[in-house]
């Protein structure tokens, strides 16, 4: 029977996993489909809650049902759980709803493949922002062994927060501790919305920035921001947002086509195609 897949959020009009996915099923040859069902807020607990009888054999969940679904779950992964979110369900052989956090393993996963080593003896990392985006990027640098994290938001509270939620290895700071802060780190995140198109631009000065120190960004429209064409310039190690969207698909197509698909140069180039830009 052909296995049905989906993106369920709201709005998922836009979203780019479908292109994804649906590059694999046919890489593959997978007799599948991965489809985009929209699911506003009021009706999130009734659809995830009644997962069953939807015909999916999972799906992805965007914002802003990443809480619910992963309430509605029978079971989660050691990430949804540590997140409080999930973004990818799949029912198991007994019919229960098991939700997981591919998030962080997005992160990982690019990192991994673009900068190859580069957490071998990374101590410190500086993580930008406080949402949905710096929970899976700080569970993902702590499951490294990253010794210190420290969360940097405009918001100080939501920062604080965070720390509670992820405990002793983590830091909160204030935002006009930026500069003191990137003097000394290994590693520098941005997972705000700073930066990207029609967003106000991330001022931030990167005077004291060790030259040996990664430079990662989550916005890619621009594919190339600010920050990182800045971070180029002057010799750090850089790897732009697109790639964690890309290889935060491969744990769950694996999961529900039972193949575990590459990120290659040509899937790149489909989904920059689609966003308007020449790869
Ligand atoms: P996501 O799920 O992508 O992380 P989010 O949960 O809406 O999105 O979080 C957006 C992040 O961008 C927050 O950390 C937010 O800071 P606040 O908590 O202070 O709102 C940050 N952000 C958005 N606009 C910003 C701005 N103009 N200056 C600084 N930070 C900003």
């Known amino acids: 029977m052909k296995r049905r897949a989906a993106i369920t959020g709201f709005p998922v009009?836009?979203?780019?996993?479908?292109?994804?996915?649906?590059?694999?099923?046919?890489?593959?040859?997978?007799?599948?489909?991965?489809?985009?069902?929209?699911?506003?807020?009021?009706?999130?607990?009734?659809?995830?809650?009644?997962?069953?009888?939807s015909g999916l054999v999972g799906c992805n969940v965007t914002v802003p049902n990443k809480e619910v679904?992963?309430?509605?779950?029978?079971?989660?992964?050691?990430?949804?759980?540590?997140m409080g979110a999930a973004n990818t369900l799949w029912l198991d052989d007994a019919g229960r709803l098991i939700g997981a956090n591919t998030d962080g393993l997005g992160f990982l996963g690019?990192?991994?493949?673009?900068?190859?080593?580069?957490?071998?003896?990374?101590?410190?990392?500086?993580?930008?922002?406080?949402?949905?985006?710096?929970r899976a990027v700080i569970w993902a640098l702590l499951s490294r062994g990253v010794k210190t994290v420290v969360i940097v938001n405009r918001t100080y509270q939501k920062a604080a927060?965070?720390?509670?939620?992820?405990g002793t290895d983590s830091v909160a700071r204030h935002w006009e501790d930026l500069e003191e802060l990137v003097g000394k780190t290994g590693m520098l995140v941005n997972t705000t919305s700073l930066g990207m198109s029609g967003q106000p631009p991330l001022e931030i000065d990167l005077r004291n920035l060790p030259e040996s120190a990664i430079v990662t960004d989550l916005v890619y429209v621009p594919l190339e921001t600010p920050l990182l064409a800045r971070a180029r310039a002057r010799g750090n190690p850089v790897a732009d947002g697109l790639g964690m969207l890309m290889h935060q698909a491969v744990p769950a197509?694996?999961?529900?086509?039972?193949?575990?698909?590459?990120?290659?140069e040509e899937l790149r180039a489909l989904v920059l195609a689609d966003l308007g830009r020449a790869p």
């Open 69 to 82: 679904a992963a309430a509605a779950c029978d079971e989660l992964d050691d990430a949804a759980r540590a």
């Open 13 to 53: 009009a836009h979203s780019r996993s479908p292109l994804i996915h649906g590059h694999w099923l046919a890489e593959h040859g997978i007799e599948g489909s991965y489809e985009k069902i929209a699911v506003p807020p009021d009706a999130a607990q009734a659809f995830y809650g009644d997962f069953r009888e």
């Open 253 to 264: 197509f694996e999961r529900w086509f039972g193949v575990r698909p590459r990120v290659t």
């Open 110 to 134: 690019n990192l991994d493949q673009t900068l190859p080593g580069w957490d071998n003896g990374l101590s410190h990392a500086v993580v930008l922002g406080a949402g949905g985006a710096a």
């Open 161 to 166: 927060d965070l720390q509670v939620r992820f």
